[in-house]
């Protein structure tokens, strides 16, 4: 069992950047897939990035590409999302979540969810 936390959201300017964190509890942060997701008022969870166990293999959702940027420590059990070009219908509230396994870009594959930070960009 694995459980998250969340940190860095904020209010920033269209074209600003942020760094989002998410600390993992346990000693078995490696043996998971991590993903970011985002969901905005009234929309869907949505895919934003996954990172493989080693943080060899990175994937992103289609907005995202180019701009967001996914990476782990697993000596620090931490996986972090750069964020930077950011665009006013980036503002949702972004999820770290941890699988065992599936694909990387379904919520369903996911068994353990950290409680979400706010991102905010203003036009």
């Known amino acids: 069992q694995v459980q998250l936390v969340e940190s860095g959201g904020g209010l920033v300017q269209a074209g600003g950047s942020l760094r989002l964190s998410c600390a993992a509890s346990g000693r078995t942060f490696s043996t998971y897939r991590m993903g970011w997701f985002c969901q905005a008022p009234g929309k869907e969870r949505e895919f934003v990035a996954g990172?493989?166990?080693?943080?060899?293999?990175?994937y992103y959702g289609d907005s995202v590409k180019g701009r967001f940027t996914i990476s782990r420590d697993n000596a620090k059990n931490t996986v972090y999302l750069q964020m930077n070009s950011l665009k006013p219908e980036d503002t949702a509230v972004y999820y770290c979540a941890a699988s065992t396994g599936g694909s990387y870009y379904y919520a369903v594959s996911y068994g353990y969810w950290g409680q979400g930070t706010q991102v905010t960009v203003s036009s």
């Open positions: 990172i493989s166990r080693s943080g060899g293999s990175t």
